[in-house]
């Protein structure tokens, strides 16, 4: 069974500095590019940073390109996004995502980023 386990998300001030972890299981971890995703309030779903399976190649939405950075440790089937100098607009519901089968999402872990 395919299980993405989000955890890392809180509360942080404006300037601030989070790490979101992603736990994969049931699939083969190193085959697939992983995504982060986030959603907030009112908005739609978007698309934040995503990762080649072997890591060597990223893509970051403009709104985050420079302070977010994904990466992915294969060997602990893990995906992570650094966040630094977070805004107020990083404030959402963030999910890790994995085109594995029909795709597959994590439960998702909130980000909340207020002074």
């Known amino acids: 069974q395919v299980q993405l386990v989000e955890s890392g998300g809180g509360l942080v001030q404006p300037g601030g500095s989070l790490r979101l972890s992603c736990a994969a299981s049931?699939?083969?971890?190193?085959?697939?590019?992983m995504n982060w995703y986030r959603q907030a309030p009112g908005k739609e779903r978007e698309l934040v940073a995503r990762?080649?399976?072997?890591?060597?190649?990223?893509y970051y939405a403009d709104s985050v390109k420079g302070r977010f950075t994904i990466s992915r440790d294969n060997a602990k089937n893990t995906a992570y996004l650094q966040m630094n100098s977070l805004k107020s607009e990083d404030t959402a519901v963030y999910y890790c995502?994995?085109?594995?089968?029909?795709?597959?999402w994590g439960q998702g872990t909130q980000v909340t980023v207020s002074s």
């Open positions: 995502y994995a085109g594995v089968g029909s795709g597959s």
């Open positions: 990762i080649r399976s072997t890591g060597g190649g990223t």
């Open positions: 049931g699939f083969r971890f190193s085959s697939y590019p």
